[in-house]
């Protein structure tokens, strides 16, 4: 069997199992699950600047909060419904992205790191200072009935999940597609080494704008749907905790693999879930997990699975 | 032919390039030869567009390359295998390959008629390019450069740390490319080598061309050698 006829059945088979995982969990993890997927499809956006690009962004939170004020506040403050509210939240989160690539890839390394942290820190700023409209720190809560698409009312737990899986899914099937795509593969060439693959005759800078451009618009529409189906915008999704979340779940999960982000923030998920139900000491456990993982698994769990036994892992 | 107009270049504020001009013919190998520090790897770059020119200008059949943008010259088919390689480490060589080839439009032929120039390769394909000994890594990183189809061939050291029977695969290939009508341009410290092979060398020291010879004139004139490298 070739490797893409593997991989496709291996990203078929994962949304399978979450499929089934509906009628085999109870209600708890059922919910539990539909945040993860959610979570995981930002993680993905976030991946593939990171993972398969090279390029570390401290401001993701940016995107992800730009998609869910997009989105929350064109419902909330213009009554606009759900779907064009989707829409919208979308255009912002390309728009976002396009600015802030543009401007943040004038720097490389460490001062892009610098750079994107600032940018987020500028737009969680931003949140609090027109707080009149955000509702700052606080933020708003998105009626119950307008939460419907598709004259479905997401706001029950089966409509939820199966929403966040059909954004799984799409967003899970399109990375696939894309990181083994000629453009995915020059990416990863930058990743690489930048400067061979401009001698080869790639306009790495191109490249990587529109990598920034898709990582952001995918985290942002993470952000419109996690607002959308979890009915809440607030500016604690603009924080820099939520710009390190990604980077912790890819790199448990394992860096530049499509399987990464999902497991990444299901092991996060969970092990905190678990932690916490048996002691209030629950960061340290965390703590320690984490630091046994990036001692063992250095390059995550989807990282050393393709090491040790799948290596046509894409 | 590619032309080389009395380029000068520098580092930021060190100038490392002070005038250099030659021209390498199609079907010719030619060769630069100077000490460590005379400016034979900043002329590659210089020619790939990686450091800017402050005066001259590089032409490739009158087109001038020195006005394109980095990433546009190899698609004028200029290929260039650097100094120590520069693969893509986590990318097998397959992969390795196919960035080469996606670079710009050539014949569905090319992957093979390069595997075949490097039988090597094609055991190893699915191997990850950093776990290959240094003989194949400049396979293939020549390899990649061939995919280009190119008209022009920079190597810069090609040779540098490899067995002798690697060495002599290398040269054969090179000889290969010459008798296909590719021009090449050879950085390279083994003054034997460069002989045997060499149609045109030009000295380089601090930064300027000395003096462009012939291989059979500098064969027959060594103390040339001694002149401008000391050896």
Redesign the interface.
């Known amino acids: 069997m070739s490797d893409t006829k593997r991989s496709h059945l291996l990203h078929l088979g994962v949304i399978a199992v979450l499929f089934a995982l509906f009628f085999v969990l109870p209600a708890y993890h059922v919910g539990n699950l539909s945040r993860i997927m959610v979570l995981a499809v930002y993680a993905m956006g976030f991946n593939l600047l990171f993972g398969y690009t090279g390029l570390l962004s401290l401001g993701h939170a940016l995107f992800f909060a730009t998609g869910m004020y997009g989105l929350g506040m064109a419902m909330n403050s213009f009554g606009i419904a759900a779907e064009p509210a989707l829409l919208i939240g979308l255009i912002c989160a390309v728009v976002m992205a396009a600015v802030v690539g543009f401007l943040a890839l004038r720097t490389s390394g460490v001062a892009f790191m610098i750079v994107t942290l600032m940018f987020a820190q500028a737009g969680y700023l931003t949140i609090l200072y027109f707080g009149a409209y955000t509702r700052g720190d606080e933020g708003f809560v998105i009626p119950q009935p307008d939460r419907m698409i598709a004259g479905i009312d997401i706001t029950g737990e089966t409509a939820r999940y199966f929403a966040a899986l059909i954004l799984f899914a799409v967003v899970f099937l399109l990375i696939a597609h894309v990181v083994r795509s ?1 453009f995915g ?2 990416l ?2 930058i990743r ?2 930048e ?10 800078d191109r490249h990587k704008l529109k990598a920034v451009i898709l990582s952001g618009t995918i985290s942002g529409l993470a952000g419109a749907a996690y607002a959308l189906l979890f009915g809440y915008a607030g500016a604690t999704f603009a924080t820099v905790q939520y710009s390190i979340f990604p980077l912790l779940w890819v790199l448990l999960g394992g860096a530049g693999t499509t399987l990464g982000p999902i497991i990444g923030v299901a092991f996060m998920f969970y092990l905190i879930d678990l932690s916490s139900s048996v002691t209030q000491a629950y960061m340290l456990i965390a703590g320690v997990v984490l630091v046994l993982l990036t001692l063992f698994a250095p390059q995550g769990l989807a990282g050393e699975l393709r090491r040790r036994v799948m ?1 046509w892992l894409p | 032919m590619l032309e080389l107009k009395d380029i000068q270049a520098a580092y930021g504020r060190v100038k490392v390039l002070h005038g250099v001009s030659l021209s390498a013919k199609s079907g010719e190998i030619h060769c630069l030869l100077g000490r460590n520090g005379a400016g034979k790897t900043t002329v590659m770059k210089a020619i790939m567009g990686l450091v800017p020119l402050s005066a001259g200008s590089v032409e490739l059949d009158g087109e001038c390359l020195s006005d394109l943008p980095a990433h546009e010259v190899p698609k004028r088919r200029v290929g260039y295998v650097p100094q120590g390689r520069r693969l893509f480490p986590e990318l097998s060589v397959a992969e390795n390959i196919d960035v080469g080839l996606m670079t710009c439009d050539v014949s569905a032929d090319t992957r093979g008629w390069v595997l075949d120039i490097f039988p090597p390769l094609k055991d190893r394909l699915n191997q990850q390019a950093n776990t290959l000994s240094g003989g194949e890594q400049q396979m293939l990183a020549t390899a990649r450069a061939l995919c280009l189809r190119p008209q022009v061939l920079l190597l810069d050291e090609p040779t540098e740390g490899l067995q002798p029977s690697m060495i002599e695969q290398i040269r054969q290939v090179v000889v290969r490319m010459k008798s296909e009508g590719v021009a090449i341009l050879l950085v390279e410290q083994r003054v034997d080598a460069v002989l045997s092979i060499a149609d045109q060398v030009t000295f380089v020291e601090n930064g300027r061309d000395l003096e462009t010879v012939t291989a059979e004139m500098l064969r027959a004139q060594p103390e040339k050698l001694k002149l401008h490298l000391g050896v």
């Not at chain 1, 061979?196 to 306009?203: A, P």
Request: net charge positive; glycine share 6%; charged share 40%.
């Open positions: 000629p593969r020059t990863v060439a690489e080494n400067e061979r693959t401009r001698m080869l005759g790639y306009d790495t290596r």
